[in-house]
Nanobody, 122 residues
Protein backbone atom coordinates (compact mmCIF):
# COMPACT_ATOMS: atom_id res chain seq x y z
CA UNK A 1 0.00 0.00 0.00
CA UNK A 2 1.17 3.53 -0.74
CA UNK A 3 0.39 6.32 1.72
CA UNK A 4 0.21 10.06 1.08
CA UNK A 5 -0.11 12.37 4.07
CA UNK A 6 -1.15 16.00 3.86
CA UNK A 7 -2.74 18.78 5.86
CA UNK A 8 0.18 20.04 7.87
CA UNK A 9 0.98 23.70 8.28
CA UNK A 10 1.71 26.55 10.65
CA UNK A 11 -0.81 27.26 13.38
CA UNK A 12 -0.86 29.26 16.59
CA UNK A 13 -1.04 27.55 19.96
CA UNK A 14 -4.62 26.64 20.77
CA UNK A 15 -5.49 26.21 17.13
CA UNK A 16 -6.53 23.16 15.13
CA UNK A 17 -5.40 21.19 12.10
CA UNK A 18 -6.68 18.09 10.39
CA UNK A 19 -4.22 15.74 8.78
CA UNK A 20 -5.25 13.31 6.08
CA UNK A 21 -3.55 10.17 4.82
CA UNK A 22 -4.77 8.67 1.57
CA UNK A 23 -3.97 5.06 0.76
CA UNK A 24 -3.81 3.27 -2.54
CA UNK A 25 -5.42 -0.09 -3.18
CA UNK A 26 -8.81 -1.69 -2.67
CA UNK A 27 -8.29 -3.44 0.69
CA UNK A 28 -7.85 -0.40 2.91
CA UNK A 29 -10.17 -1.77 5.60
CA UNK A 30 -7.75 -4.65 6.17
CA UNK A 31 -5.06 -2.24 7.39
CA UNK A 32 -4.72 -0.94 10.89
CA UNK A 33 -3.49 2.65 10.67
CA UNK A 34 -1.29 4.72 12.89
CA UNK A 35 -0.01 8.26 13.20
CA UNK A 36 3.46 8.98 14.49
CA UNK A 37 5.47 12.16 14.81
CA UNK A 38 9.12 13.10 14.93
CA UNK A 39 10.48 16.36 16.27
CA UNK A 40 14.00 17.52 15.40
CA UNK A 41 16.61 15.56 17.30
CA UNK A 42 14.06 13.18 18.78
CA UNK A 43 12.90 9.65 18.15
CA UNK A 44 9.76 9.02 16.15
CA UNK A 45 6.92 8.62 18.63
CA UNK A 46 3.46 7.13 18.58
CA UNK A 47 0.47 9.46 18.43
CA UNK A 48 -2.65 7.43 17.64
CA UNK A 49 -3.86 4.24 15.99
CA UNK A 50 -7.13 2.89 14.63
CA UNK A 51 -8.29 -0.57 13.69
CA UNK A 52 -9.29 -1.53 10.17
CA UNK A 53 -12.98 -1.22 10.90
CA UNK A 54 -12.52 1.99 12.84
CA UNK A 55 -14.13 0.52 15.94
CA UNK A 56 -11.01 0.63 18.09
CA UNK A 57 -8.67 3.55 18.69
CA UNK A 58 -5.76 4.23 21.00
CA UNK A 59 -3.81 7.40 21.80
CA UNK A 60 -0.60 8.53 23.37
CA UNK A 61 -1.19 10.14 26.75
CA UNK A 62 0.27 13.40 25.48
CA UNK A 63 -2.53 13.85 22.92
CA UNK A 64 -5.45 12.12 24.61
CA UNK A 65 -8.48 14.41 24.74
CA UNK A 66 -7.02 16.78 22.12
CA UNK A 67 -6.47 14.59 19.05
CA UNK A 68 -8.95 12.28 17.33
CA UNK A 69 -8.10 9.59 14.80
CA UNK A 70 -10.77 8.45 12.38
CA UNK A 71 -11.06 6.78 8.99
CA UNK A 72 -13.30 6.63 5.98
CA UNK A 73 -12.80 3.26 4.33
CA UNK A 74 -14.90 4.27 1.33
CA UNK A 75 -12.35 7.02 0.64
CA UNK A 76 -9.27 5.00 1.66
CA UNK A 77 -8.36 7.79 4.04
CA UNK A 78 -7.40 8.11 7.68
CA UNK A 79 -7.57 11.42 9.52
CA UNK A 80 -6.00 13.01 12.56
CA UNK A 81 -7.99 15.91 13.96
CA UNK A 82 -5.71 17.95 16.20
CA UNK A 83 -7.24 20.50 18.55
CA UNK A 84 -5.78 22.68 21.31
CA UNK A 85 -2.40 22.44 19.67
CA UNK A 86 0.69 23.19 21.73
CA UNK A 87 4.20 24.20 20.65
CA UNK A 88 5.41 20.77 21.79
CA UNK A 89 3.20 19.20 19.10
CA UNK A 90 5.56 20.64 16.48
CA UNK A 91 6.93 17.74 14.43
CA UNK A 92 6.78 15.93 11.14
CA UNK A 93 3.71 13.69 11.27
CA UNK A 94 3.71 10.32 9.54
CA UNK A 95 0.92 7.90 8.80
CA UNK A 96 1.62 4.18 8.76
CA UNK A 97 -0.18 0.95 7.93
CA UNK A 98 -0.06 -2.55 9.35
CA UNK A 99 -1.79 -5.82 8.50
CA UNK A 100 -0.51 -7.41 11.71
CA UNK A 101 -2.38 -5.39 14.30
CA UNK A 102 -2.59 -2.06 16.08
CA UNK A 103 0.74 -1.07 17.53
CA UNK A 104 2.21 1.84 19.45
CA UNK A 105 5.72 1.16 18.18
CA UNK A 106 7.20 1.94 14.79
CA UNK A 107 8.26 -1.67 14.29
CA UNK A 108 4.66 -2.76 14.09
CA UNK A 109 4.07 -0.91 10.83
CA UNK A 110 5.26 -1.98 7.42
CA UNK A 111 4.21 0.93 5.22
CA UNK A 112 4.87 4.62 5.82
CA UNK A 113 3.80 7.88 4.24
CA UNK A 114 6.25 10.67 3.47
CA UNK A 115 5.36 12.92 6.41
CA UNK A 116 3.75 16.32 6.74
CA UNK A 117 5.15 19.18 8.82
CA UNK A 118 3.12 20.63 11.67
CA UNK A 119 4.45 23.76 13.33
CA UNK A 120 2.73 25.30 16.34
CA UNK A 121 3.82 28.79 17.30
CA UNK A 122 3.54 30.13 20.83
Amino acid sequence: VQLQACGGGLVQAGGSLRLSCAASGRTFSMYNMGWFRQAPGKEREFVAAISGSGSTTTYADSVKGRFTISRDNAKNTVYLQMNSLKPEDTAVYYCAASRRGMFTITGGYDWWGQGTQVTVSS
